[in-house]
């Protein structure tokens, strides 16, 4: 087994067993966060409130993040004049290796950092990558875990229909 496999797989264990009761769910309020973001600014959801909000949570060793951003990063081009935003977060312990995955996969979306795991925690993340439309009512709308090409049609479908509710 190649490294990134194993923490892939060690990741997916030990959050499933410790989130499984507060996993979050459609239609509640999405946790509130700060993290360290590029440039020594920061990243939250506050700073984001009345905006449909695409929250990703990604890795280095993420085989799928590779396909997703690119992607992402197209629907953001698309959206973003349309109180439409993406906040990717970083879970990867060395912030180096992020970089560099970025440095491969450039983006124009929001990016942090939380190295320690914190906010996956309040998710009830169970598996990489995991994402969530939320509202401008700060309400999850759907959550999307792992990531084909496929799904970025359900996922624009819902960020759209989440940009048409008042």
């Known amino acids: 087994?190649?490294?990134?496999?194993?923490?892939?797989l060690l990741f997916t264990v030990s959050t499933l067993f410790s989130q499984l009761a507060s996993a979050v769910e459609p239609g509640q309020t999405?946790?509130?966060f700060e993290v360290p973001a590029w440039k020594g600014e920061t990243a939250s959801l506050k700073q984001y409130q009345g905006k449909v909000v695409l929250l990703d949570f990604w890795a280095?060793?993420?085989?799928?993040c590779r396909q997703s951003f690119p992607l992402f990063n197209q629907l953001y081009k698309e959206?973003?004049?349309?109180?439409?935003?993406?906040l990717a977060v970083?879970?990867?312990?060395?912030?180096?290796?992020?970089l560099k995955f970025l440095e491969e996969v450039?983006?124009?979306f929001a990016i942090g950092f939380d190295p320690k795991g914190k906010i996956p925690e309040l998710y009830g993340?169970?598996?990489?990558?995991?994402s969530y439309v939320i509202g401008k009512n700060g309400k999850i709308a759907k959550i999307i875990e792992g990531?084909?090409?496929?799904?970025?049609?359900?996922?624009k479908k819902e960020v759209i229909q989440q940009l048409n509710t008042p």
């Open 125 to 130: 993340l169970t598996g990489m990558p995991t």
């Open 90 to 98: 970083n879970i990867d312990e060395d912030q180096k290796d992020a």
């Open 1 to 8: 087994m190649n490294a990134r496999l194993i923490c892939s």
């Open 79 to 86: 959206l973003k004049e349309k109180d439409f935003v993406i």
């Open 60 to 64: 280095s060793w993420c085989g799928p």
């Open 147 to 155: 990531f084909t090409p496929a799904e970025l049609v359900t996922i």
């Open 30 to 32: 999405a946790p509130s």
């Open 106 to 108: 450039p983006v124009n």
